[in-house]
Each structure stands twice: as C-alpha cells, then as structure tokens.
C-alpha cells in the first residue's frame, strides 16, 4: 500500500491537502500565463524596434536574441500547458516525464544559442552529456509508463 493509498482513506485531510494543492496550481498557472503575456509584449516591442531599423536582418546576434524570446516562450507555454494538464487531470501539478521534457528542450535552447566560435569544449560536452542522458531517462520513463496497466498510469509519474 502506498502514502497515497493511506492519504486517501483517512479522508478529510487528504482532501484538504488535494484542495490546497488545486488552489496552488490555479496561481501558479496564472502567474505563468502573466509571464508569457508580458513575454509576447517584449517580443512584439522587440521585433517592431528592429524591423523599424533594419537590425533584424543585418546583425546575427540581434536574431538569436529574438529566436532565444521565442524558444523561452514555447518553453512557458509548454510548462503552463504541464500545470493546466495536471490541474483537468487532478493528478498532482507536474509529472515526471513532463519535467524531463521541458528540461531538454531548455537545454536544446541552450544548445541552439551558444555561440560555437566561442564555446568551452567542456561545456559543449557536458551539455551534450546532460541532453543524452535526460533522452535516455525520458525514453526509460516512457517505456516504463507504457508497460504500466491503464488504470495506475494517471496516478503515478
């Protein structure tokens, strides 16, 4: 028997703590739909400045700067999209296998941004480690989730 399966038959302050939990992620996801909405304002300023003075084409490092406010927008709405998904689904506010996802797309943001002419070989190394192995991890969980029976696959993550 699991914390979880002992939580849900003492009642009340299982369903408390649900509540509580419920309430966090309604502002959490709030608050992490006010960040992408002043994100799409930076980004909407940022391209109207550039294309006014032509920059956008001219300079390469003006464009990774806006192509890096797209990458971190996806990455929030994806995150946000975490929370509503855990929120609809009521169980918990993120699973594990999102977490890994989101963290190597951010480090496939990282990888896409660097500048290679002068990037350390270690960090170029270590970067690359870390994406193959959260792949690998993700790709284990995934499997692992698909072996599972359908009616524990909502509880656990």
């Known amino acids: 028997m699991t914390v ?14 649900i509540g509580f939990e419920l309430v966090v992620s309604v502002v959490l ?16 300023a940022t391209l109207f400045d550039e294309f006014a ?17 797209v990458l971190s927008i996806l990455i929030l709405v ?8 855990g929120i609809r689904r009521r169980s918990g506010v993120l699973q594990v296998r999102v977490i890994i996802l989101i963290t190597i797309i951010v480090i496939a943001r990282k990888l896409i941004l660097t500048d290679y002419a002068t990037a350390q070989i270690e960090t170029l190394l270590g970067l690359g ?29």
Not at 4 to 17: E, I, Q, S, V
């Open 4 to 17: 979880l399966d002992t939580l849900r038959k003492a009642g009340r302050p299982f369903r408390l703590y």
């Open 29 to 44: 996801l709030i608050f992490v739909s006010l960040i992408i909405v002043y994100s799409l304002a930076v980004l909407a």
């Open 53 to 69: 003075s032509g920059i956008h084409f001219i300079e390469a490092a003006a464009l990774k700067d806006t192509f890096g406010l």
């Open 78 to 85: 994806e995150f946000n999209h975490s929370i509503a998904l």
């Open 129 to 157: 480690g870390l994406a193959l192995v959260l792949g690998l991890l993700y790709l284990l969980l995934s499997n692992a989730a698909a072996r599972r029976p359908p009616d524990t696959q909502n509880e656990q993550g």
